[in-house]
């Protein structure tokens, strides 16, 4: 693999290698020395055009973990917010030696933008674009699935038959957009739940079943995953729902809803949660929930992604 | 043209051998680990384990594992990606014991550098053996084989091929004209 | 002033003739003209000659923004394609919502003379959409102005509007309206549907250039005034323009080239070249445009040439400009796109690129269809080349061409400007020596 540019794009062998690497890392999590010396004297940047503490760490740990040099390259503060421009930024990256560079960004299509431009020969990970893709994040909610389905039976399975609904938000997340694709290679069958002014234009082209009414499509799917995607700030007063109050009472996974669902069912949240809106705090806390599982597995994967792209021959990469 | 140098009757004496030796050497079976590298180290490791089992009845039940040196070896630049196979521990641990090492054929001495690499980060043993079923020679590291099946000088443009039932169905150690890169 | 023959050229009517061209007219016609003394001879054995085409949607970029174009590099673009009479767009810095900034253009083009230069008024001071320009001074200056437009931007307050359709009634002039509703369109990056979506772009709605044009098409009923639709993209767009049409509404639309033949799956590959206004469309879409174009529903094709710097694109996709250059493509584009697909013949090609596009300019005296005495603006085109399109087809000053690397057909062998030569042999003639033509024949 050159790039991680999308899921839409990678191979059902590809990603159940991924999910499998993710095994051998996640073990080397529980050893007492978590270090690999895997990656020693690559370079790898974490070049941040958005603030995101959450998905920089879990790419800096994962960097850490295989011995390869971290450089936090972000906008705030930097050169790149008083308008140095991308091809720019990339040629100085490529200048200083990035083997790999992990990019967020706000504009959709920059990571593949860089991956194509030949500005920089670094392995490209795209760690969220827009409202594109989060590739490292799909990947991340697919392995706390297959190991809570599972278990220490995962490797090598897809998910196969499983029932995944994702509620919220839809058209501005880059998280459904990655995990509809992904669970669609796997054999997963999605269903979205939002109100119809979160279903983006087009989705009835997609391998995905579209509601309304939450409470009507939790007792018909009975699905084995509920993911709650988050209510971003800004969206709350650009009228795509009346008001917070309607869209928790109408869409939240609240105490009543979480009883209704199967004790097997797992509940997933990408972070950052608003508690009492998307989700109740009974909810994030339960049993059921892999919220905490979800982090610590996406430093797992993001090893794997790393180890994919950087280990090995680049000529026969590419 | 395959030699073939080792048969299917050669190879169960040497693993019987190499069990007698590990025994002997380690004045029995308490506190040993068998490491099996991936892939054919691992089957010589479980056939090893079972004779030590079937010598020692008193021998532990989970007495061999596998180290996977893909993330320690010092050449992962030079290929394409590979992708890792599983390491699996004894529930015991290694920490004061004494892990044999098992490999298929003991050449440039680079898999185990990285397997005593990987070990490291797994614990601290009281002492690591190695045996291999097969020292062609050409050493490019300071690493000698404790236990040996058989010693099988080659030049390094020669091939040796193990082939082992449980993976591929056969059985012998030929040695021919490498086509490719070496092992 | 040089006489020239041109040899064996055959006509959008298919029949082949000689033409002679003497004193910025054609002179003769017919087969076999001797050669004068000291006539230059065009061998147009093969070549298609057509009337110097006219552009209705130009960005010459000047004054304000010379770094993308000027107005002497904009129009040898014009030439290079064909083009023998541009009309310039008004978002230039300052706008062209003056006599005196309208004057400045056309005083630029006449000097560089590659192309007649006519310039487009705007509707409103600054394209502000606030208040009318001065557009009885523009239709009254030296530069005549008989097109207003606030293209780039819309007219979308609807009493602005109606009062701009029946203000330029006055003087015999047509409003150009970029129909684009603003509140729908808020930050939109590409044609809304499935692939918006899935690229994560910001929709660009169909209606929301349908809407506008449904509106101001009653608006035009209303006021008994002409009105001009720019750069038709959508399907619903041809069947609004084709019911005012049959309604009896004076309305004429135009198709830019890059929307008869680009699709938006192009932008699977977030590259800026392809990002335009309007977006590209629908493969749908461009059926139906090439359907309205064949049933006259659309009258014209207009390049919408759009030049900008390397920088506006190459960069991120949200980041980067709108626009395409089309000039010099948009001959070898409509051939691609309707004349080796049978859809239209050289004569709808006059019409389309020629013809009609000076009549709702109202350029006189420069179209024509080969009558002796008529001004000498002429293009020979060898319709049975076929090439890669390279950046050396380009002529002006920015190389943002959608199509640069694709296998197009056609190529412009000879462009006449009033009698002139201004690319010869497929070569862009040099600045100095057309402009030394153009002052001879301004004396002339």
Excluded at chain 1, 100 to 115: E, N
Excluded at chain 1, 241 to 246: K, M, Y
Excluded at chain 2, 77 to 96: E, F, K, L, M, N
Aim: glycine share 8%.
């Amino acid at each position: 693999m050159r790039h991680l540019l999308s899921t839409r794009d990678l191979l059902r062998d590809d990603a159940i290698a991924l999910l499998d690497i993710a095994e051998d890392m996640s073990e080397v999590q529980n050893r007492e020395v978590k270090k690999l010396p895997t990656l020693r004297g690559k370079t790898v940047v974490n070049l941040f055009f958005e603030d995101s503490t959450r998905t920089r760490t879990s790419f800096e740990v994962a960097a850490k973990r295989l011995s390869a040099d971290v450089i936090n390259f972000s906008a705030k503060g930097s050169s790149v917010s008083k308008g140095e421009s991308l091809k720019d930024t990339a040629q100085t990256l490529a200048a200083m030696g990035a083997d790999g560079v992990v990019i967020r960004h706000s504009a959709s299509g920059a990571p593949q933008v860089l991956a194509q431009s030949g500005w920089i020969d670094a392995g490209v990970v795209n760690a969220g674009d827009g409202t594109h893709e989060h590739p490292t994040q799909a990947l991340l909610d697919a392995f706390t699935m297959r190991r809570r389905i599972h278990g220490d039976a995962a490797r090598g399975r897809d998910l196969e038959g499983v029932s995944v609904m994702i509620v919220g938000d839809v058209l501005h997340s880059r998280v459904a957009r990655s995990n509809l694709w992904l669970l669609e290679t796997l054999g997963a069958h999605v269903t979205f739940v939002a109100p119809a002014t979160l279903v983006p234009v087009g989705a009835s082209t997609w391998p995905v079943d579209i509601r309304y009414d939450l409470d009507a499509a939790l007792a018909e799917v009975r699905p084995d995953v509920v993911m709650m995607l988050r209510i971003q700030q800004e969206r709350m007063n650009a009228a795509f729902f009346p008001t917070t109050r309607e869209y928790a009472r109408q869409w939240g996974l609240d105490d009543e809803r979480l009883l209704a669902l199967r004790p097997d069912s797992i509940v997933m949240h990408p972070g950052p949660m608003n508690r009492g809106l998307e989700i109740s705090s009974r909810a994030a806390d339960s049993a059921q929930s892999t919220v905490i599982e979800q982090v610590a597995n996406g430093v797992s994967i993001r090893m794997a992604v790393l180890y994919s792209l950087l280990s090995g021959d680049r000529e026969a990469r590419s | 043209m395959a030699r073939i140098v080792l048969q299917n009757s050669d190879i169960a004496r040497a693993l019987t051998r190499i069990s007698h030796e590990v025994l002997e050497s380690n004045r029995g079976p308490h506190d040993l680990v068998i490491l099996g590298i991936p892939t054919r180290g691992v089957v010589l490791a479980e056939r090893i384990g079972a004779q030590i089992r079937q010598i020692e009845p008193g021998a532990p039940a989970d007495l061999v594992g596998s180290l996977d040196v893909t993330m320690y070896r010092d050449d992962l630049a030079h290929h394409p990606t590979r992708a890792p196979q599983r390491t699996r521990v004894p529930s015991g641990g290694i920490d004061g014991k004494t892990v044999v090492l098992i490999d298929d054929v003991l050449y440039s001495g680079r898999t185990i550098r990285a397997a005593l690499d990987a070990i490291g980060d797994l614990g601290r043993p009281r002492a690591v053996r190695l045996a291999v079923l097969v020292d062609r020679g050409h050493r490019e590291l300071p690493i000698r084989a404790d236990f040996v099946g058989k010693n099988l000088p080659s030049s390094t443009d020669e091939r040796i091929n193990v082939r082992l039932a449980e993976i591929d169905g056969s059985e012998e150690v030929s040695i021919d004209l490498a086509t490719g890169a070496g092992a | 002033m040089t006489t020239t023959l041109i040899r064996g050229a055959t006509l959008p009517d298919g029949t082949t003739t000689d033409l002679l061209v003497a004193d910025g007219r054609i002179a003769e016609r017919g087969t076999a003209i001797a050669t004068p003394s000291g006539a230059r001879v065009l061998d147009a054995a093969g070549l298609v000659a057509l009337p110097g085409l006219v552009d209705l949607h130009t960005h010459l970029r000047e004054p304000g923004f010379e770094q993308s174009e000027t107005v002497l590099s904009g129009t040898r673009a014009a030439a290079a394609g064909g083009f023998t009479a541009v009309f310039a767009m008004a978002n230039t810095m300052p706008v062209s919502d003056t006599a005196g900034v309208v004057e400045q253009v056309q005083a630029l083009g006449e000097s560089a003379g590659y192309a007649t230069v006519r310039p487009i008024g705007a509707v409103t001071v600054g394209l502000a959409g606030a208040r009318l320009s001065e557009i009885g001074a523009m239709a009254n200056s030296r530069a005549a102005v008989r097109v207003f437009s606030d293209d780039g931007k819309c007219v979308h307050d609807s009493l602005l509007m109606r009062r701009a359709l029946e203000y330029v009634k006055t003087f015999d002039g047509v409003v150009a309206q970029h129909a684009q509703d603003p509140r729908l369109t808020e930050n939109a990056q590409m044609n809304e549907g499935a692939l918006s979506s899935e690229l994560g772009l910001k929709g660009w709605p169909a209606v929301a250039e349908e809407s506008i044009i449904a509106r101001d098409v009653l608006l035009a009923e209303h006021v008994g005034a002409r009105l001009h639709i720019c750069h038709v993209s959508t399907a619903g767009s041809v069947d609004v323009v084709r019911w005012a049409k049959a309604r009896g509404i004076e309305v004429t639309a135009e198709v830019t080239p890059h929307h008869l033949l680009l699709t938006e799956d192009l932008i699977r590959s977030y590259d800026a070249r392809y990002k335009v206004n309007p977006p590209l469309r629908r493969d749908e879409d461009v059926r139906a445009l090439r359907e309205g174009l064949v049933d006259g529903t659309i009258d014209i094709v207009a390049t919408d040439h759009a030049p900008h710097p390397e920088e506006a694109k190459d960069c991120e996709w949200d980041h980067a400009a709108f626009g395409m250059v089309g000039l010099e493509s948009a001959l070898s584009v409509v051939q691609a796109a309707l004349v080796d697909t049978g859809l239209l013949g050289w004569s709808d090609v006059a019409r389309v690129l020629s013809q009609t596009p000076a009549e709702i300019g109202r350029l006189a005296g420069h179209s024509h269809s080969f009558e002796i005495g008529s001004s000498a603006n002429i293009v020979l085109v060898d319709p049975a080349s076929s090439s890669a399109f390279s950046t050396d087809r380009l002529a002006g000053k920015s190389h943002n061409s959608p199509y640069l690397g694709m296998t197009l057909p056609g190529s412009v062998r000879h462009t006449l400007h009033r009698g002139y030569q201004t690319v010869n042999d497929g070569v862009v003639v040099d600045a100095g020596e057309v402009a030394a033509a153009a002052m001879g024949v301004a004396r002339g």
